[in-house]
């Protein structure tokens, strides 16, 4: 191992943390997992993940620190949270004992304003990366996560280039045998990904809890598809981030193989679980409206979306 990290607090061991939290542990980093409703479960069960990519291969984390309670973990080197953005207003409360004075924190959240957020909660002068994960991984049951497509991990910062701590936990999640790329700016990125999650996380909701493979086959919601891409596209040109066509037209390409996928968002709304409405279609309105953009085609959808998800 190249890049030690010290000691690790993850905070949200779902589908997204929970794999990559566990390929951390599998390289030997010193990974502290922060279990809560499915503590018990995990304790009986352990945690496995499940390669889809490798035939299938499966891999049980060992050892697997597992935690009820932050308090137990204490201050940490660095902070990875990958707690839905619906809970970024209990996050202060639920992390703080894991914070030290030269604690560093990476979010792998959906959406927009999760480093910010951060930044409020724990100093402005504290050192947050974002980690996009451009990915398709689910948790079949509280000890069980499967990846279907492994993708990457795109890390960034909202100042520009990486820093050198950001730079070797990226290089870790590397060693880790995740692919991973560094983003000369947060920013872009984060609209890049909006391109997909604005138009297929929300239309597989509004269109009445659809497979993203029936979206693409259904002429009136691709077209809704793209005219949302459009909507992204134009509020990232507002903020000075170019997004090429041919970009949105890959995100087609790309759906096209996964087939009746289930997105993040989808997932959560059929289970009952709160949708982060909030982070992936109001901040990036917000953001557009500031700049004068009325992008009608994402406020009449947030409007859906608060409708089925109230």
Not at 246 to 269: C, N, V, W
């Amino acid at each position: 191992m190249n890049h030690k990290l010290g000691r690790v607090g993850l905070v949200g061991p779902g589908a997204i943390g929970g794999y990559y939290g566990g390929m951390l542990a599998h390289a030997g980093q010193d990974v502290h997992f922060l279990f809560r409703s499915t503590y018990k479960d995990i304790i009986r069960d352990g945690m496995t993940l499940v390669h889809h990519a490798e035939q299938g291969r499966r891999s049980r984390v060992e050892p697997l620190q597992a935690h009820a309670d932050a308090n137990s973990i204490g201050p940490c080197d660095w902070v990875i949270v990958a707690t839905k953005a619906t809970a970024n207003q209990y996050l202060g409360d639920l992390i703080r004992p894991m914070i030290g004075p030269h604690t560093r924190l990476l979010t792998l959240q959906n959406g927009m304003g999760n480093v910010e957020n951060l930044l409020n909660l724990f100093g402005q002068d504290r050192e947050v990366i974002g980690g996009l994960c451009f990915t398709c991984i689910n948790r079949t049951s509280p000890g069980v996560i499967e990846s279907l497509l492994p993708g990457y991990v795109q890390f960034g910062q909202l100042t520009g280039g990486l820093s050198d701590r950001a730079n070797q936990i990226a290089d870790a999640f590397a060693d880790a045998g995740i692919k991973t790329r560094k983003a000369d700016s947060l920013n872009e990125a984060l609209w890049r990904k909006l391109c997909w999650n604005v138009p297929f996380n929300g239309l597989s909701i509004a269109a009445g809890g659809i497979t993203t493979d029936l979206i693409l086959s259904d002429p009136e919601l691709k077209q809704r598809a793209w005219d949302l891409m459009l909507e992204v596209q134009a509020a990232a040109r507002a903020y000075g981030v170019e997004i090429e066509d041919a970009f949105l037209h890959r995100q087609f390409e790309l759906t096209e193989p996964m087939g009746p996928y289930k997105p993040s968002s989808l997932i959560d709304f059929l289970a009952g679980k709160p949708v982060e409405v909030d982070a992936i279609w109001g901040e990036p309105l917000r953001r557009g409206q500031a700049k004068g953009l009325s992008m009608e085609q994402t406020n009449r959808l947030l409007t859906e979306l608060n409708g089925a998800t109230q």
